[in-house]
């Protein structure tokens, strides 16, 4: 079955940088979208970075030119690499997926989550 597995996250100061990772098994790229989501104490969950299929990728506005998603196929891996950190991104990370070649931006269309990995940003 499917399972996606996050790690990565920890205490930072504003400013610094995490990466994370997800391990993904029970199904290939190739039909699925991936994508990370959070959800700070309080709020909603909110996406953040989307890749499809081909590789295409789209990012939310609050993360746009800080967060970087990739995966690595050969490693069955996905990763966001978040720089440039602000206290306000401290929330509970977490990856999905979902079949198809469409990114949803809502969290309700995506069949696949990890457990998350929390981070937290220090002023």
């Known amino acids: 079955q499917v399972q996606l597995v996050e790690s990565g996250g920890g205490s930072v100061q504003s400013g610094g940088s995490l990466r994370l990772s997800c391990a993904v098994s029970?199904?290939?790229?190739?039909?699925?979208?991936m994508g990370w989501f959070r959800q700070a104490p309080g709020k909603e969950l909110e996406g953040l970075a989307f890749m499809d299929p081909d590789g295409r990728i789209k990012y939310a506005d609050s993360v746009k030119g800080r967060f970087t998603i990739s995966q690595d196929n050969a490693k069955n891996a996905l990763y966001l690499q978040m720089d440039s950190l602000k206290p306000e991104d401290t929330a509970m990370y977490y990856c999905a997926s979902r079949p198809g070649p469409t990114i949803q931006a809502t969290p309700k269309w995506w069949n696949y989550w990890g457990q998350g990995t929390q981070v937290t940003v220090s002023s």
């Open positions: 029970g199904y290939t790229y190739s039909s699925y979208c």
